[in-house]
């Protein structure tokens, strides 16, 4: 169960549904935010049901939502496995199965990080709806720990995000070839321009990088890849390129050109934007407040500190006088690191912990 059907997931929810060990079900009970401008989606290979949903929204990056329809929707449907998050699913799962044998597996993207700011009631809930839980799909090691700081004690297993790689992954020809005595460097940003995304932080160190390496300066553009309320300071902005919202191969033309990828993230679950980028073979420079910097980021690029506009110019300092080779073989090395997030692995893995199969090879740990 998840609130809408997202296009990234429909390589992964095909593959799950090709295995013959589940007849796999998608079950919708909401609506994108104003902020998600991804295409309409249509299932395509695996069973999809909309519950009724009355809701408004709430701004730019949510909305209020009320799934009137899911008890009776869980019910009709009788599921045997029911893979929730800890939200309005989770307590339709855990009411549907007061009458029926069902196991009750918890996707959790959350981390501490994000989390900070969760009040106590909602701590609460998921500590419920947690200790109520057969098992937890997790895709990293901070979310990993946050499910465990609220006390999962069951089998937690690490199936980490995935995209429609085949439309995205870049050849090591072709990134090696976009660093070859290049026209200008391109470091890009791609997301939704708001404040949690570190989009004003992000714009002062650029600026305060530019000032230090002025002729670098000349020759670097900040490229925007993205829309939201913070769009009129990044056009206000010397050296900085806005191509607003981008799909398809217009999106892969723009990030795949970049030669590096910047996410200064404040609080950000898991974006599958870093895998993107890994994807088209950027050198990254990311926040500890991105959720998968654990799993992305391995000698390819630069870790700076949430919220440290100094670290951040300094990194995007870096990004602008580095050598072609240094930054090339970063890209590379991301491209490397792709792999890991292979959507058909993805499926696989998810397949194991719902038939409960295969522990130890999709990493289970529960501790401290």
Same mark, same amino acid.
């Given at each position: *169960?998840?609130?809408?059907?997202?296009?990234?997931?429909?390589? *992964?929810?095909?593959?799950?549904?090709?295995?013959?060990?589940?007849?796999?079900?998608?079950?919708?009970?909401?609506?994108?935010?104003?902020?998600?401008?991804?295409?309409?989606?249509?299932?395509?290979?695996?069973?999809?049901?909309?519950?009724?949903?009355?809701?408004?929204?709430?701004?730019?990056?949510?909305?209020?939502?009320?799934?009137?329809?899911?008890?009776?929707?869980?019910?009709? *449907?009788?599921?045997?496995?029911?893979?929730?998050?800890?939200?309005?699913?989770?307590?339709?799962?855990?009411?549907?199965?007061?009458?029926?044998?069902?196991?009750?597996?918890?996707?959790?993207?959350?981390?501490?990080?994000?989390?900070?700011?969760?009040?106590?009631?909602?701590?609460?809930?998921?500590?419920?709806?947690?200790?109520?839980?057969?098992?937890?799909?997790?895709?990293?090691?901070?979310?990993?720990?946050?499910?465990?700081?609220?006390?999962?004690?069951?089998?937690?297993?690490?199936?980490?995000?995935?995209?429609?790689?085949?439309?995205?992954?870049?050849?090591?020809?072709?990134?090696?070839?976009?660093?070859?005595?290049?026209?200008?460097?391109?470091?890009?940003?791609?997301?939704?321009?708001?404040?949690?995304?570190?989009?004003?932080?992000?714009?002062?160190?650029?600026?305060?990088?530019?000032?230090?390496?002025?002729?670098?300066?000349?020759?670097?553009?900040?490229? *925007?890849?993205?829309?939201?309320?913070?769009?009129?300071?990044?056009?206000?902005?010397?050296?900085?390129?806005?191509?607003?919202?981008?799909?398809?191969?217009?999106?892969?033309?723009?990030?795949?050109?970049?030669?590096?990828?910047?996410?200064?993230?404040?609080?950000?679950?898991?974006?599958?934007?870093?895998?993107?980028?890994?994807?088209?073979?950027?050198?990254?420079?990311?926040?500890?407040?991105?959720?998968?910097?654990?799993?992305?980021?391995?000698?390819?690029?630069?870790?700076?500190?949430?919220?440290?506009?100094?670290?951040?110019?300094?990194?995007?300092?870096?990004?602008?006088?580095?050598?072609?080779?240094?930054?090339?073989?970063?890209?590379?090395?991301?491209?490397?690191?792709?792999?890991?997030?292979?959507?058909?692995?993805?499926?696989?893995?998810?397949?194991?912990?719902?038939?409960?199969?295969?522990?130890?090879?999709?990493?289970?740990?529960?501790?401290?």
């Amino acid at each position: *169960m998840q609130k809408y059907l997202a296009p990234y997931r429909q390589p *992964m929810l095909r593959a799950m549904a090709d295995d013959p060990s589940i007849d796999l079900a998608l079950v919708c009970f909401g609506r994108p935010e104003r902020r998600r401008q991804c295409a309409t989606s249509t299932a395509d290979g695996f069973a999809w049901v909309q519950a009724p949903v009355a809701g408004i929204p709430l701004g730019y990056e949510s909305n209020f939502e009320l799934p009137i329809g899911l008890a009776a929707t869980l019910r009709n *449907m009788a599921p045997d496995v029911v893979v929730c998050a800890p939200d309005w699913g989770g307590a339709a799962a855990l009411r549907y199965r007061r009458r029926h044998p069902a196991r009750l597996l918890i996707w959790s993207e959350s981390t501490r990080v994000t989390e900070a700011r969760a009040t106590r009631l909602k701590e609460a809930f998921r500590r419920y709806v947690y200790g109520r839980s057969d098992g937890f799909v997790v895709p990293g090691s901070l979310a990993r720990d946050y499910v465990v700081s609220l006390g999962a004690t069951s089998d937690v297993r690490e199936v980490r995000n995935s995209i429609d790689e085949a439309g995205m992954r870049g050849s090591i020809e072709e990134i090696a070839d976009k660093f070859r005595l290049p026209a200008r460097r391109v470091i890009a940003f791609s997301g939704s321009l708001i404040e949690r995304k570190g989009i004003a932080l992000l714009l002062e160190a650029y600026g305060m990088a530019r000032a230090r390496h002025p002729d670098a300066a000349r020759r670097t553009t900040l490229r *925007m890849i993205g829309d939201g309320p913070l769009r009129p300071a990044c056009e206000a902005s010397s050296g900085v390129e806005c191509m607003g919202h981008l799909a398809g191969d217009a999106y892969r033309t723009a990030l795949g050109g970049a030669h590096v990828f910047v996410l200064p993230s404040l609080a950000d679950c898991n974006p599958l934007v870093v895998i993107e980028a890994l994807n088209v073979g950027c050198a990254l420079i990311v926040s500890d407040g991105v959720g998968n910097y654990p799993e992305a980021l391995d000698g390819n690029g630069r870790l700076v500190a949430r919220g440290d506009v100094g670290e951040l110019s300094e990194a995007i300092g870096w990004a602008m006088t580095a050598a072609d080779a240094e930054l090339a073989q970063c890209a590379v090395r991301s491209r490397t690191i792709a792999v890991d997030f292979d959507a058909a692995t993805a499926a696989r893995n998810f397949v194991d912990a719902i038939v409960g199969r295969g522990c130890a090879a999709v990493a289970a740990v529960v501790g401290p």
